[in-house]
C-alpha cells in the first residue's frame, strides 16, 4: 500500500508504468532507464522490508469469513454471515484496471425476499440450469478454485446477452466480453485484471488453452 502524488491509496505493481509517477515525485531530475530500473530495485527492497506480504485482490476479496465487494468509486460492501453493508474504504488491497467499470450501488431497502431477488434475475436469463447459474455466481464469493461456466445454445438465443448481464452484475468491465485470445500471455493479462473473464463466440477450446484457463 503506497501513497501517489495526489496522496490516493492504492497498490501498485513495481513493475508497472504507474510507479514512474512515485519516481518522479521525490525528485525533479529526469532519470535514464538504467537509474530508474536501480530505483524500482531500492522500492522492491524496501517494500519488502516495510510491509508485510498480503494478497492483492480484483473486485472481490474473501478472508476470515468475511466478503468484500469492490463497487469502485462508490467504496465496497462487506458481507458477513449476520450482516451486509457498504464500507467508504477498505483495509484489504484491490487492483482497478482503467477499463474496469463501477457497480450499481445496491439497494438494502427493496422490500423483497432473497428468493423474490432471485426471481428479478431469472427475467433476464434464458436457461434451463438457472441453478447452476446461481451457485456458479456465488462461487465468486468463496475461496476455492472458480468453476469455468459454460453457455451453449444455436444461433440467437441471447447467449451473449447472458454474458453480458452476468458481467454488469459482477464484474462491469470495457468491454464485457471479447474473443477467446490466441496467445498464451494475452489470456493472462486479460484473466489477470478481472474478477470474471468472458469470452463469447468460443467454437472451440484446443487442449493448451483449456489447460491455460484452468
Known amino acids: 500500500m503506497i501513497y501517489g502524488p495526489q496522496q ?36 522492491l527492497v524496501a517494500a519488502r522490508k516495510a510491509a508485510k506480504q498480503s494478497k492483492v485482490h480484483v473486485r472481490v476479496a ?72 446461481l451457485v456458479w455466481v456465488m462461487s465468486l464469493f468463496c475461496n476455492w478454485t472458480k468453476p469455468i461456466l459454460l453457455v451453449t445454445g444455436r444461433q440467437g438465443s441471447a447467449k451473449t446477452f447472458t454474458l453480458k448481464i452476468l458481467t454488469s452484475l459482477l464484474d462491469p468491465f470495457e468491454p464485457p466480453v471479447r ?6 500471455t494475452d489470456l493472462f493479462i486479460f484473466c489477470h485484471n478481472r474478477a470474471l473473464a468472458g469470452f463469447d463466440h468460443v467454437s472451440d477450446i484446443k487442449a493448451d488453452t483449456a489447460d491455460q484457463l484452468c
Open 179 to 184: 474473443t477467446l485470445p490466441k496467445a498464451e
Open 8 to 43: 490516493e491509496r492504492g497498490a501498485l505493481l513495481i513493475n508497472s508504468q504507474n510507479v514512474n509517477a512515485i519516481i518522479y515525485s521525490v525528485t525533479p531530475q529526469p532519470f535514464n532507464q538504467a537509474q530508474k530500473e536501480q530505483l524500482r530495485e531500492m522500492l
Open 62 to 133: 474473501v478472508e476470515e469469513g468475511k466478503a468484500y465487494l469492490d463497487l469502485g468509486q462508490k467504496g465496497y460492501i462487506k458481507v458477513t454471515s449476520k450482516s451486509i453493508r457498504a464500507l467508504e474504504a477498505c483495509e484489504l488491497p484491490f487492483i482497478r484496471s482503467p477499463l474496469m467499470k463501477d457497480l450499481p450501488e445496491p439497494d438494502f431497502d427493496t422490500g423483497l425476499t432473497p428468493k423474490q431477488s432471485v426471481g428479478t434475475l431469472r427475467e433476464y436469463i434464458n436457461v434451463e440450469e438457472f441453478s447452476l447459474i
